[in-house]
């Protein structure tokens, strides 16, 4: 079964628009972390934001959110106001277990802004 | 913040001839890495995981005498593609962390290897 499911693979969005990019995650673990990473044409993997299971609240970074629905076991990235720049493919992770540091990754989102 | 430099970027080698790629961490000591692999318009895979001093730890699937891991010291580890064959060719990444519990995994660069 996959861990990480990322159903959208890819998206299009006028630029200054919002979204939401879709993860559902499947673990029995209740220690658990979940990561979303950026990861422009060059190839590097840019950090956005993480929640923790145990956090009460949503992560925020910036113009980056997490909608951490605990129950549903998702995960969805919410970008405000989107940038050209924002275009590249985008993955959610996970990381099980408490002192874990390896992550298991979705299929990714590849998002494209337009002008 | 913390750094992972992975050298080199790209390379392009023969079939039959080996290929090293390193990981370094700049201003920090790992004590574990990961390797990852990248086919084209997919996702991640865990390969292995690098431990300072010990061996490495693979993933199922995934050759131990096909890819090499050293994990010399606290801010190095290598990856060594052995006997390279044009499948072998794929985006190479490698990640460490600090060690915090949640922290994030700071990534290299990555290294497309070709083939040929």
């Known amino acids: 079964a996959q861990k990480i499911t990322q159903t959208q693979p890819g998206m299009f969005v006028q630029e200054k628009e919002a979204v939401t990019l879709d993860c559902t995650y499947d673990t029995s673990d209740p220690s658990y972390g979940l990561f979303w990473y950026k990861q422009p044409s060059s190839g590097e993997m840019i950090f956005l934001i993480y929640q923790g299971s145990y956090d009460q609240q949503n992560a925020t970074e910036g113009r980056y959110s997490l909608n951490f629905q605990k129950a549903r076991k998702s995960a969805n990235l919410v970008i405000s106001a989107s940038q050209l720049g924002d275009s590249a493919m985008y993955f959610c992770?996970?990381?099980?277990?408490?002192?874990?540091?390896?992550?298991?990754f979705g299929q990714g989102t590849r998002l494209t802004i337009n002008p | 913040g913390a750094v992972v430099s992975q050298h080199p970027s790209r390379v392009i080698c023969k079939s039959g001839t080996s290929v090293k790629i390193e990981c370094r961490s700049l201003d920090f000591q790992a004590t574990t890495m990961f390797w990852y692999r990248q086919f084209p318009k997919q996702s991640l895979m865990l390969m292995a995981t690098?431990?300072?001093?010990?061996?490495?730890?693979?993933e199922q699937g995934v050759e131990k005498d096909k890819f090499l891991i050293n994990h010399a010291s606290l801010t190095l580890s290598t990856l060594t593609v052995t006997s390279a064959h044009p499948e072998d060719s794929s985006f190479y990444i490698c990640?460490?962390?600090?060690?915090?519990?949640?922290?994030?995994?700071?990534f290299g660069s990555g290294t497309q290897l070709s083939v040929l």
């Open positions: 992770a996970m990381r099980e277990g408490e002192g874990a540091q390896k992550l298991v």
């Open positions: 990640s460490a962390n600090r060690g915090l519990t949640n922290e994030k995994l700071f």
């Open positions: 690098s431990n300072e001093g010990s061996k490495a730890t693979y």
